[in-house]
């Protein structure tokens, strides 16, 4: 009934999210801000799928979805990826000195000097 | 050999996503972080281009145009402090995406699908719509454009439930009957119908945690739509995606100490609850500019916890300038910053190092 690509799939899916919890877990409460708009921007893969059913011209219908699919998950990903950096390129000019420690997740003061 | 060289530039770029959040575990390598990132979206982007089935690149080159001339505008001249209402509109942008290109395969195939198949397209849309509307209710909360107190009527918990419940009796139904076209449109409907309905009662002070949650329905989106075109990136980003969000929306639940259900179905007992918590809390002392002038000055050290007045006010160059002020009489300057501070996790840290706060 399941054909095998799908458990394939489920396999990926389960994998994918262990990994994404780990690295996840360790991002500096810090930059959750610029990590919440890069997870945005790296949403923006959806794009994959829409240039495909864009472009393979099934019929007009799909085509004119997919395109407005993909000029939306675009702005997704340039946006996202411009704030990001807008954002880190602020940290980084701030960060000179040693950098702040960030506090952890209970939201005691993210020291410095 | 089109098909392999595709799966392998998408394997590299998966890879590459994952080092660049890696990346984001510490200030001084984020940057190099988002590189490595944008350098994996470009490759699954080139990648894609070559799929067999692509005939006609025309759509695609407009879209990209179109979707880049809208993008970098937003994301360059906005102003820092409206940064989460950008990000919960970015959100129902991809959100609308995914849920369009779920509708489009559901209409190509219709009834030659699979019952599973029919199944993970339901979910998948369904995921898209109501995180397209509700993320859209989000930025209109934040920005103001509707008002940000929680609208609540009697049964709401209720209504909302058996909507969801409805939806899902719907999917369930159309994976007996894939052909009922009729069912998959109004179960469509609906979910754009919910995602309103879900963000209506919950304040815009408790947006934070709701943004957090919608990035990891956009997550949950993608992966779902990576299982419907069997696309191996899109379940791996989609799947890190939802668990960042999923992660962040806990921690900041936790931050507030409310629990995640209380924050999205608690819109009732929270009005009761808070004169009770106030009360238990020590008594905080009102002073004057100038009284609070002295104490400053007179103190050895200085705790600022910022909220989301600063940005509204825009006073974090201020609060730099006192910050400058009070070093240089030799009193120990720190900052506290709650993590929900702000309309997003880590809202008050950013608008700090936009004046060179450290």
Wanted: charged fraction near 10%; include cysteine; proline fraction near 4%.
């Amino acid at each position: 009934m399941i054909d095998i690509g799908l458990i394939g799939d489920l396999y990926v899916f389960v994998l994918a999210g262990f990994l994404g919890y780990q690295v996840i877990s360790r991002v500096s409460p810090l930059l959750h801000t610029p990590l919440m708009s890069a997870t945005n921007a790296i949403s923006g893969i959806s794009l994959v799928g829409s240039l495909v059913v864009a472009g393979a011209g099934y019929n007009e219908i799909s085509t004119l979805l997919g395109f407005v699919a993909v000029t939306c998950s675009t702005i997704n990903v340039v946006g996202g990826f411009l704030i990001t950096d807008r954002i880190l390129k602020m940290f980084r000019a701030a960060g000179a000195g040693p950098a702040p420690g960030g506090g952890n997740a209970k939201g005691t003061a993210s020291g410095s000097k | 050999m089109r098909r392999d060289l595709l799966q392998l530039f998408y394997l590299v770029s998966a890879i590459l996503f994952v080092m660049g959040l890696r990346g984001l575990s510490h200030p001084k390598t984020a940057r190099r972080g988002m590189f490595l990132a944008e350098l994996g979206m470009l490759l699954a982007i080139i990648g894609s281009l070559l799929h067999h089935e692509i005939i006609g690149y025309r759509w695609i080159a407009a879209g990209l145009v179109l979707g880049t001339a809208i993008g970098v505008p937003m994301a360059m001249w906005i102003p820092m402090t409206a940064v989460p209402q950008r990000t919960a509109l970015s959100h129902s942008f991809g959100a609308l995406a995914a849920s369009l290109i779920g509708i489009s395969e559901y209409y190509r195939h219709g009834a030659a699908l699979g019952s599973v198949r029919v199944g993970v397209i339901g979910v998948e849309v369904m995921l898209g719509s109501l995180t397209f509307t509700g993320s859209l209710m989000a930025a209109g909360k934040l920005q103001g454009l509707i008002r940000g107190y929680p609208i609540t009527w009697r049964g709401q918990n209720f209504s909302n439930l058996s909507i969801l419940a409805a939806m899902l009796a719907l999917i369930v139904a159309l994976m007996f009957v894939p052909s009922s076209t009729a069912a998959f449109y109004s179960m469509v409907g609906l979910a754009f119908f919910f995602g309103v309905l879900f963000i209506l009662p919950i304040g815009a002070a408790d947006m934070p945690v709701v943004i957090a949650l919608l990035n990891s329905y956009a997550g949950l989106t993608d992966a779902a739509m990576g299982f419907m075109l069997d696309n191996k990136i899109q379940i791996i980003t989609g799947s890190l995606d939802g668990s960042s969000g999923f992660i962040l929306s806990i921690l900041m639940c936790r931050a507030m100490n409310r629990s995640i259900t209380n924050v999205l179905f608690g819109a009732f007992g929270k009005v009761q609850d808070k004169p009770a918590e106030l009360e238990g809390k020590k008594p905080i002392r009102q002073c004057s500019v100038e009284e609070a002038a002295e104490l400053l000055g007179t103190s050895r050290s200085v705790v600022f916890v910022p909220g989301y007045g600063m940005a509204v006010s825009q006073a974090q160059h201020r609060v730099r300038e006192v910050a400058d002020m009070l070093k240089n009489k030799g009193v120990q300057v720190r900052y506290g910053i709650h993590a929900v501070a702000g309309r997003m996790p880590g809202h008050m840290n950013v608008l700090l190092a936009e004046v060179k706060v450290p």
